[in-house]
DNA sequence: GCCAATATGTCTGTATGCAGATTTTGCGTA
DNA sequence: TACGCAAAATCTGCATACAGACATATTGGC
């Protein structure tokens, strides 16, 4: 029964919950974890009239869906081709690192200067949950993900967070798919404590210098493209 | 004859020039014109059904462009309302300068080590046509972002040229509207020379340091949201 | 005369249909 | 068997149409 796709599309938006939504939310919701969880590959084509078949729905909220993704850069549009996802190789992640060093950073000192108690609740809350982490990789790449963001919120500039998000999440659906061992991923989450402390001021470490850290242990050379990264040592 | 408009549509489409266009590329260009040159003010209500009539065309075109001009934020869509013009007020200025201190930096410090030889001859011509302006003041505004565009551009690392289009944009738009006098604008462009030498490496000065103050030229407090920014003085 | 409730009109969100372009498939040929 | 070309299938881009939601105007009650 293929239609039962349509059904929960179609429950979920007659039931009472919450706010009223659209169409295109819900394909936003389901396309993006599509490519979160690696269902869609860096590359692969979305055929919007298939997608719209699959979930018995036309094809504009699809559409709309896929150009909403195109903002969060999860997709790209090639005209009259149709839309791809966003395919992230070695010079990108590059690209993208350098600039996450500049934007975090800042989230971080921010953050830092901001914080308040209950975000600091929020975020412990997040890492004990790494720590005693024992689901799938992709419940840990959502851990991950979702720490950053509330770091990122927690900056309280919507625009930096905004545009955390735009570069990062590509970043974080390309990561997903690489394939680690249990050990190196619980290994890279327990990073995260020092970026708790740190934001919480029960750190001398320099945010900086602790967010290259962080991003050392799960990727090499960023300082080949920023101007801010001079190994320490 | 308000069909004119839709001639020039589709005289540009079935034109025979460069590669093969859609109607939504133009109606986005259209409508980005119209908000930087403050026809559609910070605001205003984007009615696509209007905007479709205005140009003969259908809702469809007007719809995705209005889609892909949120991604670029110049508009938001309130869900069920329409599209409005982002509105930009004086916490949102303090917000995007402090997010631009920080990533403009990084890409004339970036711009500066990869400078060629025809990047800085077109920051050149751009500085020199500053410098004879003697148009409206949106022929001004259209020279300063492109200045700042094609120092981004120059930085190598399209993410953060994407980003800072991103946030910077709806500001010039906004910069746009303010109505100073011709004499403040001219001071203000002369300033971009202290940019260019700076990014052709003709300056000691840091380039932090020159960029706050090319942006105090402008507005005010920026170091007030920044860690980065503190008054050296 | 003023406020509220209803009625009317308009707009957004979505469905369906069509034309041109692109990709795929099938056949013929080297 | 491999390659090239052409026809078919499919897809994207766009137009038209309709239903529900929102906004405004009108009318009724106090």
Redesign the interface.
């Known amino acids: 029964m293929e239609n039962l796709e349509q059904n929960n599309l179609v429950d979920a938006l007659l039931a009472p919950n919450g706010p ?3 169409l295109r939310a819900h394909v936003v919701k389901i396309l993006s974890a599509g490519i979160l969880s690696g269902k869609y590959k860096p590359g692969d084509r979305l055929n919007e009239s298939q997608i719209a078949r699959e979930l018995n729905i036309s094809r504009i909220p699809v ?2 869906a896929l ?2 993704l ?2 969060q850069g999860l997709v790209q549009n090639r ?2 081709r149709g839309m791809f996802v966003t395919n992230i190789g070695p010079e ?1 992640v590059l ?2 690192s ?2 996450r060093i ?2 975090e950073t ?1 989230a971080l ?2 953050a830092q ?1 901001r914080m308040t108690p209950h975000v600091l609740a929020s975020l412990e809350k997040i890492v004990d949950k790494m720590d005693n982490w024992n689901g799938t990789l992709l419940d840990a790449a959502a851990l991950d993900l979702e720490f950053h963001r509330t770091l990122w919120r927690a900056s309280g ?4 967070e ?2 955390l998000n ?2 990062m999440v590509p970043l974080f659906a390309h990561k997903t798919l690489e394939h680690v061992t249990r050990d190196v991923r619980r290994w890279r989450m327990s990073h995260h404590r020092v970026l708790l402390d740190a934001v919480a001021g029960r750190s001398r470490d320099d945010p900086q210098a602790v967010l290259l850290t962080h991003m050392r242990m799960a990727y090499t050379e960023p300082e080949r ?4 990264a001079r190994k320490p040592s």
Not at 225 to 228: A, V
């Open positions: 009223p939504t659209t559409r709309e150009s909403q195109q903002e005209e009259r990108e690209q993208i350098s600039l500049v934007l800042e000192r921010l200067k500039n919507p625009y930096l905004r545009a735009a570069v493209y920023s101007t801010l």
